[in-house]
C-alpha cells in the first residue's frame, strides 16, 4: 500500500470516524457504507462491499447506546475495505478471513480512542468551568469545536496506524496460508452470523409473534437462494 | 439583537432554526463523561437565546447560555425535542428553577425513547434491509443508498420533527412524547425488522461465502451453534469479541500449519 493510498484513506477513515458519535451521527460510518467507500478508494467498490457486509453483521450487536462503550466501525471499515480490495492478488484463502480479523482489531481499538477523546473533553470541560458558568459564548463553542476537531484527528491516526501495522502483517499471514478458501471464508462468516443472529434474538425476542415474523423471513431468504 | 416586545409569543427566523438544526447534527461533538451532552445543548439553544433582551452582551443572555450548558443526557437526535423547547422557554422568560427542572425531568423519556426505537429497531431494520439488497446481488452503488437512504430519511425527519415540536409546545412537550404513533412505532417497526432479518441473513451469508461452496450447509449449522451458545450466555460476554480469539486461532493455525 503506497503513502498516497495512505494518506486519502486516513482521511476517508478520520471523515467517517467523525460520523459514528461527533458529526453527524447519519450512519456513513457503518461498516457496510465505509468499507464500501474505501474499497471504492482504492478502486474496488464491490470487495468493500463484501467485507462491509461482512462487517455489518457484526455490527447489528453493537449499538450507540448512550454512555456505553462500544466498537468504532468508521476507520475500521476504511481499514477493512482497502485490505480486503488491496490484498487481492492471488490471496483467496484467507483474504476475507485476515481482513475481518484486522477490522476488528481496529474496531476495538478505535472504541477505546474514543473514551481517550471524552476524558479529554471531560478536562477541557473542566478547566473551562468557569467561563461556561458565566455563560462565555466562545467557551462553549470553543468546547464544541475543539471536541469535533479531536475526534477527527483520532480518526484519521487510527486509519493511519492501522493501516500502517496491518497491512504487511496481512500479505505476511496470506503467504504462508495453509488452510483452503472455503473453510477459511466459512469460518468468517460462520462468526459473522452467529453474532447477528444473537443479536437478532437478544433485540427482538420480546417483539410479539418474533418467532414466526422472523421464520418466515429465513423461509423467503432461502427459497431465494435455492431457486436463483 | 433586539429585546422581545412584552405579551407577544417569540418567533424564530428561518435562519435561526437552520443554524440550530445543523448545530444539532453536532450536538455530541464535545460529549464527555461529567456533562455528557450539556454543552452541546448549549452550543445548539445558542442562536435562539441572541434574541434575548440585550443581546450576546447583555446578562439573559449569558445566565441562559450557562443553565443550558450544564449536565445533560439524551438520546442525541431526541436532543431537538429539548433543543426547540428550552429555547421558547428561556426566551418566553421563565423562571431558572423551572427550566432547570424541565432539563431534569427530559431526559430519561428523551433517552429511553430514542435508545428503543432508533438503536434497537429503526438502525436494524436499515441495516438488515441492506443486507437483503446486498444478498439479492444488488451493487455497491445500490446497496449503499439504499440503506443511506433509508436511515436517513427517518433520522432528519426526527430531528427536524423534534425541533419543531420543542418549540410549538415548549414545556408542554412532554404531552407529545407520549403520541401513540411514536410509542407503538418500535413494536410494528420491530415485527418487520425480525421478518426481514431472516431474510437477510441466509441471503448475505450465501453472497458472501460464494454460490456452489461445499461448506454452504456447515457454515448454517455453525451460524446456529454460535447463535444459540451467544443466547446462552444472557449477554455476559460480547460476540464479536468472541470472534476476535476464534478468528485468531484460526489464522495463527492457518500460518503455522
Not at chain 1, 462503550?69 to 476507520?75: I, M, T
Not at chain 2, 456533562?35 to 434574541?51: D, K, S, Y
Not at chain 2, 438503536?119 to 444478498?135: I, K, N
Not at chain 2, 419543531?164 to 417497526?189: E, I, T
Amino acid at each position: 500500500m503506497s503513502a498516497m493510498d495512505i494518506l486519502f484513506l486516513s482521511l476517508l477513515g478520520g471523515v467517517l470516524g467523525l460520523d459514528t458519535v461527533s458529526f453527524p451521527q447519519a450512519m456513513l460510518s457503518r461498516p457496510i457504507v465505509a468499507a464500501t467507500l474505501s474499497g471504492a478508494l482504492v478502486g474496488d467498490a464491490v470487495s468493500g462491499l463484501l467485507v462491509g457486509a461482512t462487517l455489518e453483521l457484526f455490527a447489528v450487536e453493537t449499538l450507540p447506546f448512550g454512555a456505553s462503550r462500544y466498537p468504532e466501525w468508521g476507520s475500521a471499515s476504511v481499514i477493512g475495505g482497502a485490505l480486503f480490495a488491496k490484498a487481492s492478488w492471488g490471496f483467496d484463502a484467507g483474504r476475507l478471513t485476515t481482513t475481518v480479523l484486522a477490522a476488528l482489531a481496529i474496531a476495538w481499538v478505535g472504541g477505546w480512542s474514543m473514551v481517550q477523546v471524552r476524558k479529554l473533553n471531560a478536562r477541557w470541560a473542566r478547566n473551562r468551568h468557569d467561563a461556561v458558568a458565566r455563560g462565555a459564548r466562545r467557551t462553549v463553542i470553543g468546547l464544541q469545536v475543539a471536541g469535533i476537531a479531536a475526534d477527527l484527528v483520532r480518526g484519521i491516526v487510527v486509519t493511519a496506524i492501522g493501516l500502517a501495522v496491518l497491512a504487511p502483517l496481512q500479505t505476511l499471514a496470506l503467504q504462508s496460508w495453509g488452510t483452503s478458501a472455503p473453510l477459511a471464508r466459512a469460518m468468517v462468516v460462520g462468526a459473522a452470523g452467529a453474532v447477528s443472529l444473537g443479536a437478532v434474538y437478544k433485540l427482538f425476542h420480546a417483539v410479539p409473534g418474533f418467532v414466526w415474523q422472523f421464520m418466515v423471513g429465513v423461509a423467503a431468504g432461502l427459497a431465494v437462494v435455492v431457486l436463483l | 439583537m433586539t429585546a422581545r416586545p412584552p405579551g407577544r409569543s417569540p418567533e424564530l427566523s428561518l435562519g435561526t432554526r437552520v443554524s440550530m438544526f445543523i448545530r444539532l447534527l453536532a450536538v455530541q461533538g464535545a460529549w464527555n463523561y461529567e456533562t455528557l451532552v450539556g454543552n452541546g445543548i448549549g452550543f445548539c439553544v445558542e442562536p435562539a437565546l441572541r434574541q434575548l433582551p440585550g443581546g450576546l452582551d447583555g446578562d439573559a443572555y449569558r445566565s441562559a447560555l450557562a443553565r443550558e450548558s450544564q449536565y445533560f443526557n439524551a438520546h442525541p437526535y431526541l436532543t431537538s425535542v429539548a433543543v426547540g423547547a428550552l429555547a421558547r422557554a428561556e426566551l418566553e422568560g421563565e423562571a431558572p428553577e423551572r427550566i432547570e427542572r424541565f432539563r431534569t425531568a427530559l431526559c430519561g423519556p428523551l433517552g429511553a425513547l430514542g435508545d428503543r426505537l432508533v438503536w434497537a429497531t429503526f438502525l436494524p431494520l436499515c441495516s438488515f434491509t441492506a443486507l437483503v439488497v446486498f444478498g439479492l446481488g444488488g451493487s455497491p452503488f445500490v446497496t449503499v443508498i439504499t440503506f443511506l437512504g433509508l436511515y436517513n430519511a427517518g433520522h432528519l425527519a426526527l430531528r427536524v420533527w423534534g425541533l419543531q415540536v420543542g418549540w410549538r409546545r415548549g414545556l408542554g412537550v412532554a404531552q407529545s412524547l407520549g403520541n401513540p404513533w411514536l410509542q407503538h412505532a418500535s413494536p410494528r417497526l420491530g415485527r418487520f425488522a425480525a421478518a426481514l432479518a431472516g431474510m437477510a441473513l441466509p441471503l448475505a451469508v450465501d453472497r458472501i461465502i460464494g454460490a456452489g461452496q461445499v461448506l454452504w450447509g456447515g457454515t448454517l449449522v455453525g451460524v446456529l451453534l454460535g447463535a444459540i451458545l451467544l443466547a446462552s450466555l444472557h449477554g455476559r460476554a460480547e460476540g464479536w469479541k468472541i470472534s476476535i480469539g476464534v478468528l485468531t486461532a484460526f489464522v495463527l493455525y492457518s500460518v503455522i500449519r
